[in-house]
């Protein structure tokens, strides 16, 4: 069975552009959360779907955002990138929101 | 609110040698507490849970922790470790309540010495 995919695997963005990043979860998990890891840091929570209704947001600014789609696939969007946007970011899926988390390979974003 | 204190940033061992991950948490509600590994560009790997029933945990690859409430402990430990077990342990904890977002300790890095 597929994992969590992530797409892109590596980006790069000029300061000020929007990026969209792309997450499958593992077929038959209804709940979708995103992290953001920068390096030498643990991940920090930023969002939590579950049955494409947002759950829970971690402290990060409104140009932060995603929505979860009717296959339970989920886009994460960042507008107006800043340099410290810079970071892995990580998608995870379970069963329900509640349950064991599996995470992707992730993606890593630089901001120049 | 939820923390977790990873109370090493780096652990060097011999290959062979026990291994000793330290973590403590802080929870409003009865935890959920797990360890996840990571190696080098790799994603987040679930070696294993803690979910309010036994306190003594085995996980994969001979890893194995322990729950204590009253010292509001979950150290992760592994008899003999292996060159392959070199990566960044991350120690979590979920509050059991309807969102259930995962709160990471900062990680400790784990360097086995041939």
């Known amino acids: 069975d597929a994992g969590v995919t992530q797409s892109p695997t590596h980006l790069i963005k000029t300061r000020g552009q929007h990026v969209t990043l792309r997450c499958s979860p593992i077929?038959?998990?209804?709940?979708v959360s995103w992290y953001q890891q920068v390096l030498g840091q643990g991940p920090q929570f930023i969002f939590q779907?579950?049955?494409?209704?947002?759950?829970g947001r971690g402290n990060f600014p409104d140009r932060f955002s995603a929505r979860q789609f009717p296959n339970y696939s989920s886009e994460l969007n960042v507008n107006a990138l800043l340099l410290g946007d810079s970071a892995l970011y990580l998608c995870?899926?379970?069963?329900?929101?509640?349950?064991?988390?599996?995470f992707g390979q992730g993606t890593r974003l630089t901001v120049v | 609110a939820q923390s977790v204190t990873q109370l090493d940033s780096h652990v060097s061992v011999s290959e062979g040698t026990p291994v000793l991950l330290r973590c403590n948490y802080s929870?409003?509600?009865?935890?959920?507490l797990f360890w996840y590994v990571q190696h080098p560009n790799k994603g987040l790997q679930l070696l294993l849970k803690y979910t309010s029933a036994a306190t003594l945990v085995k996980g994969i690859n001979g890893f194995e922790a322990e729950f204590k409430k009253s010292e509001t402990s979950f150290h992760l430990t592994k008899p003999s470790a292996h060159m392959s077990d070199a990566a960044e342990y991350f120690c979590?904890?979920?509050?059991?309540?309807?969102?259930?977002?995962?709160?990471f300790g900062s990680g400790t890095r784990l360097q086995v010495q041939p």
């Open positions: 779907y579950y049955e494409k209704e947002e759950r």
């Open positions: 929870s409003s509600y009865s935890p959920s």
């Open positions: 077929s038959g998990h209804k709940s």
């Open positions: 995870a899926s379970s069963f329900l929101g509640n349950t064991e988390a599996f």
């Open positions: 979590v904890v979920s509050e059991n309540t309807g969102r259930r977002a995962l709160t």
